[in-house]
């Protein structure tokens, strides 16, 4: 849910390192142009962006299409959304403590009508309606991040969890989006953060400390089931433990590895007795003795889930470098983004009934284009 202003509230001084939700003040109401004047006086250096003007004639030629002809004055239909409310009092301001930025947007309706207005009618007004009721959980937020802002970006849902215990490094940056300025960052709140500054309507929940056997049922429950589960973690025992919960709820689980463009789709929503990993691995296996496994013993399991027979020449090579000339399995920013694309897309149709199916697909330009 968004956060509304309140007087107690230090976001309105300082951000911590795990603050990601930005403030709402909408100012036609008393007390929020109060605390909105004390967040004025208050914070330093506060940067200000009020473009609520071009929003609402961008507005304005989407509402009132088929009565505008080239060259005509828009000011008397922007009247006429603004009715009694003065220019600065209309919409919503955003505050962003981590950024110091106070956002003029136009208020949760008008701004995700205008904002997905150019998906029309690749996604129908109705699916639109039907796709905002929707949560997805992303478990993994190094490769999960392209995932996570490309599902807000097109918003395939209304409300997203991001679990990650793991902080942003300078070894990262070759494939997450993130500057300089953010190592040290855990990295679900950074994917939040950027999710705010994107959509600062879509309802999203951080589990700072990954998934762990505590907040399992959270990670799924907490505010409504999440209706899919997207796997990008590192960890085996959470792979296999959050798979198991999913078949447990009836939650379909989507995995992309950035390797080949394999994609992995597990449908426990339609098939509640469906082997995990599609029964490639004994789920007898103690989760708590797979913690902490050193890579060579996760190489050996990986290798039954992912089928090392069909991956690719050059992971084959780097598979076999490990712990002698590098430390960690390789991944690639165009790997990476391709994976964003293609569990959006995937998550989108199955949201939308349109992808009824389990099973494991690959898109490999090594294929596709030699």
């Known amino acids: 849910m968004e956060k509304n202003a309140t007087a107690n509230d230090s976001a309105l001084l300082q951000a911590s390192d795990g603050v990601y939700k930005p403030l709402f003040f909408r100012i036609y109401k008393e007390e929020d142009r109060q605390l909105f004047l004390k967040l004025q006086e208050t914070v330093k250096d506060l940067v200000i962006y009020d473009q609520i003007l071009s929003q609402l004639h961008e507005y304005v030629k989407i509402c009132y299409l088929t009565k505008l002809k080239p060259g005509d004055d828009l000011q008397p239909f922007v009247n006429g959304l603004l009715g009694n409310r003065t220019q600065e009092e209309y919409g919503v301001w955003v505050y962003y403590p981590w950024s110091k930025r106070l956002v003029h947007l136009l208020d949760e309706e008008e701004f995700v009508a205008l904002r997905t207005s150019r998906n029309t009618y690749k996604i129908t007004p109705e699916e639109r309606e039907l796709l905002r009721s929707k949560k997805i959980g992303v478990i993994g937020l190094s490769v999960g991040q392209s995932i996570a802002i490309t599902l807000a970006m097109e918003r395939v849902c209304g409300a997203l969890h991001l679990a990650d215990f793991d902080k942003i490094e300078l070894s990262n940056m070759n494939r997450l989006n993130v500057g300089v300025q953010d190592i040290g960052l855990n990295k679900a709140v950074l994917a939040a953060r950027k999710i705010a500054e994107l959509d600062p309507f879509l309802d999203v929940l951080c589990f700072e400390e990954g998934i762990t056997a505590q907040n399992l049922d959270a990670f799924f429950l907490e505010n409504g089931k999440i209706d899919i589960l997207v796997e990008e973690c ?14 447990e709820l009836g939650v379909p689980v989507v995995m992309d590895t950035n390797d080949r463009g394999m994609l992995d789709i597990e449908r426990f929503d339609l098939e509640p007795g469906r082997a995990i990993f599609h029964g490639s691995i004994d789920e007898g296996m103690n989760t708590e003795k797979l913690k902490g496994l050193t890579n060579e013993e996760k190489i050996v399991i990986l290798g039954k889930i992912f089928d090392l027979s069909k991956i690719s020449g050059r992971m ?14 390789p991944q690639l920013a165009s790997s990476v983004v ?7 897309d995937t998550c989108r149709r199955i949201l939308l009934s349109e992808i009824h199916r389990s099973g494991r697909y690959y898109i490999d330009f090594n294929d596709l284009i030699n």
């Open 234 to 247: 590192d960890g085996i025992d959470v792979k296999i433990s959050s798979r198991l919960k999913a078949r």
């Open 338 to 344: 391709l994976g964003g694309a293609m569990v959006t």
């Open 316 to 329: 084959k090579h780097s598979l076999g470098e490990m712990n002698k000339t590098i430390n960690a399995w």
